[in-house]
Nanobody, 127 residues
Framework: VQLQASGGGLVQAGGSLRLSCTAS????????TGWFRQSPGNEREFVAS????????YYVDSVKGRFTISRDNAKNTVYLQMNSLKPEDSAIYYC?????????????????????WGKGTLVTVSS
């Protein structure tokens, strides 16, 4: 399974970006997906997750009300719409999937539990 994350860039505080994570696989169907981020000197942190069918989503408190995770399984793509961006949102954003996720609702995801990762896309928010 290959995951390709894209959509990062430089934006001013208060601006918006939409990240995309596209999966290419002939053997793995839609899977629970998470977005994570890592800024210099910090550990990778969970940001948002979505179940395989899109029925449930979960957000870390710092992005609630500003970020929206969604998916289009026909396009094998998961999105992260980021609005009202803040300088502290600056990081490399990664998407990852957990092919063994069995919960009906979305929950916080742990990096170590993810099966496949994209390479990341850089988001820089200037003040």
């Amino acid at each position: 399974v290959q995951l390709q994350a894209s959509g990062g860039g430089l934006v001013q505080a208060g601006g918006s970006l939409r990240l995309s994570c596209t999966a290419s696989s002939r053997t793995v169907g839609p899977a629970a997906t998470g977005w994570f981020r890592q800024s210099p000197g910090n550990e990778r942190e969970f940001v948002a997750s979505i179940t395989w069918n899109g029925d449930s989503t979960y957000y870390v408190d710092s992005v609630k009300g500003r970020f929206t995770i969604s998916r289009d399984n026909a396009k094998n793509t998961v999105y992260l719409q980021m609005n009202s961006l803040k300088p502290e949102d600056s990081a490399i954003y990664y998407c990852a999937i957990d092919v063994n996720y069995r919960y009906r609702e979305a929950r916080p995801m742990k990096s170590g539990a993810m099966d496949y990762w994209g390479k990341g896309t850089l988001v820089t928010v200037s003040s």
